[in-house]
């Protein structure tokens, strides 16, 4: 069983920056991929970026690429999300999962409760 807790959100201004932290409980977690995803007000819950369990292979939104990075730290059981020159568009609740395998997806069985990102312009 691992849980996941999301910290680190807030309101930034347009071309501003976060970081968010998810940090896990189980021993297991750094043997899991991880990611991000987020939601929007009334749209689907979308893929942000992944990390493998590793931390060697990483995987991003085109959205984001460029201006995100998703790294991770299995001593310390945390994932984290630098996000670097923030739009509005990217307001939403981001969302934290881990699974075992290659890739989280939005079938991965663990998910953290979310924190919210608000971007101003």
């Known amino acids: 069983q691992v849980q996941l807790v999301e910290s680190g959100g807030g309101l930034v201004q347009a071309g501003g920056s976060l970081r968010l932290s998810c940090a896990a409980s189980?021993?297991?977690?750094?043997?899991?991929?991880a990611g991000w995803f987020r939601q929007a007000p009334g749209k689907e819950r979308a893929f942000v970026a992944a990390?493998?369990?590793?931390?060697?292979?990483?995987y991003y939104a085109d959205s984001v690429k460029g201006r995100f990075t998703i790294s991770r730290d299995n001593a310390k059981n945390t994932v984290y999300l630098q996000m670097n020159s923030l739009k509005p568009e990217d307001t939403a609740v981001y969302y934290c999962?881990?699974?075992?395998?290659?890739?989280?997806?939005?079938?991965?069985?663990?998910w953290g409760q979310g924190t919210q990102v608000t971007v101003s312009s």
């Open positions: 990390i493998n369990w590793s931390g060697r292979s990483t």
């Open positions: 999962a881990a699974d075992q395998g290659r890739i989280v997806t939005t079938s991965s069985r663990y």
């Open positions: 189980g021993r297991t977690f750094s043997s899991y991929a």
